[in-house]
């Protein structure tokens, strides 16, 4: 179960992410901020990276393997730069649980393009993440 773990701490990080966010993007561009995160970010990764020493592994790299971490890369600015550009002009309250969205449709597309089988608690934690971000932003 350490991946529980790893997945409340993601969680938590991720909360700052939306604070700390906020308050730093006040009279910036956001995609300005998101490039400067993103560089703090990759020194950080690399610091990490240099410091267990797994460099090498690259070398084992296949092409399915880098085509799919590239896309996942890809995927991943994009959802950074619309989310700062969402927390600069919205209510981080409403921001982030609509990102949280993304809980459902992981599940979703993990069905169909992982072969995941569905169980009734991903059908039902899926319905409910979107009805809680449904309570979260619709209801006053």
């Known amino acids: 179960m350490n991946w529980v773990i790893y997945a409340i701490l993601s969680a938590f990080f991720a909360s700052l992410v939306a604070i700390f966010g906020k308050i730093g993007i006040q009279g910036v561009s956001s995609n300005l901020a998101v490039a400067v995160r993103t560089v703090v970010i990759v020194v950080f990764a690399w ?56 809980v459902a449709l992981t599940i979703i597309l993990a069905f169909i393009f992982l072969g995941e089988k569905p ?19 619709f209801v006053k």
Do not use: C, R
């Not at 169980?119 to 449904?134: E, Q």
């Open 119 to 137: 169980t009734p608690g991903n059908l039902i934690g899926g319905g409910l993440v979107v009805a809680g971000v449904m309570v979260a932003v």
């Open 47 to 102: 610091a990490i990276v240099l410091a267990e020493g797994v460099i090498p592994q690259l070398k084992t790299w296949s092409k399915h393997t880098w085509t799919f971490i590239i896309l996942s890369a890809i995927a991943t600015g994009l959802s950074w730069l619309f989310y700062y550009k969402a927390l600069q002009i919205g209510q981080a309250s409403k921001v982030a649980p609509i990102d949280k969205l993304s």
